[in-house]
């Protein structure tokens, strides 16, 4: 089952969705993330994973996959490796390398995956066999945009984030025959400032919380009735194909 159509190869393809079975949410990026890769998968295919981060996803697609391969430079590389180490599955395998430029042979995967690891396309391209498919989950140029707008107003790099077209050229440029994109819109739900503040910590829009910053997400927080403080999410589901 292919959950995106094929057909289109110009640069201004757009997306559509076949044969979507009805037990895929298509609300939840990752959940359709997942269910997409299972779909791709297969006991005879090799999947590698750049920017594996924890290991945790990497880890569940070794049981529909022959071979499966995470790729991940930081220190959450360390519990990667203890994952693989109580993992009863032979076939799966985590290295510490730069996941632009990896020391596997060309052509080595059936499927390459990345999860919110930007500018990957050029690394997947070299590794997939002919036919093989390069699927990417990132969050959008909209994703936080409302407090964004509130608490970065000085910092325009923060709003420098992947956009669907951008995303599908990179591909385009990186030698794949044809791209399709999706956007998903949700909300985080959180019930206090100090929830908030901990997940903009994570997001490094609050390196420091200076009294103008706390003002700032103080405002944001009450314009929502109490344990209902919503953040707006965007996500983008990309999958391009390499040529036969």
């Not at 920017?51 to 995470?70: E, H, P, S, W, Y």
């Not at 909209?142 to 107003?153: A, M, Q, V």
């Not at 923060?158 to 599908?168: H, L, N």
């Not at 344990?227 to 391009?240: G, S, T």
């Amino acid at each position: 089952m292919d959950l995106f159509s094929i057909g289109h190869t110009s640069r201004n393809a757009k997306l559509s969705y076949t044969d979507v079975t009805s037990d895929i949410d298509l609300d939840n990026a990752d959940h359709f993330f997942e269910k997409m890769l299972r779909s791709k998968s297969s006991p005879e295919k090799t999947v590698v994973d750049l920017g594996c981060g924890d290991g945790l996803f990497t880890a569940k697609m070794a049981a529909f996959n022959q071979r499966v391969i995470g790729i991940e430079p930081g220190w959450t590389f360390h519990t990667a490796c203890q994952r693989c180490d109580q993992s009863p599955r032979q076939n799966l395998q985590f290295r510490q390398e730069n996941v632009h430029r990896t020391s596997l042979d060309r052509q080595c995967a059936d499927i390459v995956i990345s999860r919110y690891t930007p500018a990957v396309e050029a690394e997947a391209f070299r590794l997939l066999k002919p036919k093989g498919q390069f699927i990417l989950l990132m969050n959008g140029e909209r994703d936080l945009s409302g407090i964004k707008t509130r608490l970065c107003s000085d910092k325009p790099r923060v709003f420098m984030q992947a956009q669907s077209e951008t995303i599908i050229d990179d591909c385009l440029n990186a030698g794949f025959a044809r791209a399709y994109s999706k956007s998903f819109f949700s909300h985080d739900q959180l019930e206090s400032r100090h929830e908030v503040i901990a997940f903009l910590r994570q997001q490094l829009l609050l390196n420091e919380l200076s009294k103008t910053n706390a003002e700032i997400v103080e405002d944001y927080c009450d314009a929502f009735p109490e344990q209902r403080i919503l953040l707006n999410r965007h996500r983008i589901i990309l999958v391009a194909h390499k040529s036969p």
